[in-house]
C-alpha cells in the first residue's frame, strides 16, 4: 500500500501480514480521492475513519494535511500499527480501540468525512446500520459525506441518506449525505 498523494506522496507502507485486513486496493483509493478533491479542502476536513484496518484511508487524509482524523477498529494489532506509523510519519491520528458500533452509539465526535470499510462478508443490515447509526446520532457534519466501501453484491441503495455508487473493479464505494 502507497501514500498517493501530499506530505509522504508516494511512501511506501508495510503492514504486518498477521492483521485481518482488506486494504482498498490504490486505484480504488485514488479514485474516491479525486471525488473527495472536487468537494473538499482537506486542510478544514474532521474525519473518522471506521473500520480503519492498515490506516490506509487515514494516513492518506493525514497526508493532504486533514488535522482532525480519528481512526476506529477492534483489532489492537491494527490499532497499534496505525498509532505507531502516524508517530514515525508525524501524522495527527487519533487512534480508538472499539467495536465500531460501540464507538458510534457513544462518541461525541463529529465528521466532515466518515469513512467505512467493514468486512465484505457481513450481511446488508450490518453495512445499512452504520449508516443509520451515523444519521440518528448527527456524527456526520451537515455538508459531510459517509462513505461505505463494500462488494457488489451489497447494494444500499435503499437507505433513505443514500446518494450515489461508484464502482472501481470489486470495489464499490457508496455515499450518503443528507437528503433535504
Do not use: W
Amino acid at each position: 500500500m502507497r501514500i498517493i498523494s501530499g506530505k509522504h506522496k508516494g511512501r511506501r507502507l508495510t503492514a504486518p501480514k498477521k492483521l485481518p485486513v482488506r486494504p482498498t486496493t490504490d486505484m480504488a483509493k485514488e479514485s474516491l480521492f479525486n471525488i473527495l478533491n472536487n468537494h473538499y479542502y482537506f486542510e478544514n476536513l474532521d474525519v473518522i475513519d471506521l473500520f480503519t484496518g492498515t490506516g490506509n484511508i487515514s494516513f492518506e487524509f493525514a497526508s493532504r494535511g486533514s488535522k482532525n482524523i480519528y481512526s476506529v477498529d477492534k483489532h489492537y494489532g491494527c490499532i497499534n500499527f496505525v498509532r505507531d506509523t502516524a508517530k514515525e510519519l508525524d501524522l495527527d491520528i487519533t487512534t480508538y480501540k472499539s467495536d465500531v458500533y460501540t464507538f458510534l452509539e457513544k462518541t461525541p465526535l463529529k465528521g466532515d468525512v466518515i469513512f467505512a470499510d467493514p468486512p465484505y462478508d457481513f450481511e446488508e443490515a450490518q453495512f445499512l446500520k452504520i449508516a443509520t447509526l451515523v444519521f440518528e446520532r448527527k456524527i456526520l457534519n451537515q455538508e459531510g459525506l459517509l462513505i461505505i466501501e463494500h462488494s457488489k453484491h451489497t447494494d444500499l441503495s435503499s437507505h433513505s441518506n443514500y446518494s450515489y455508487s461508484k464502482r472501481y473493479g470489486g470495489n464499490i464505494f457508496s455515499f450518503f449525505e443528507y437528503i433535504e
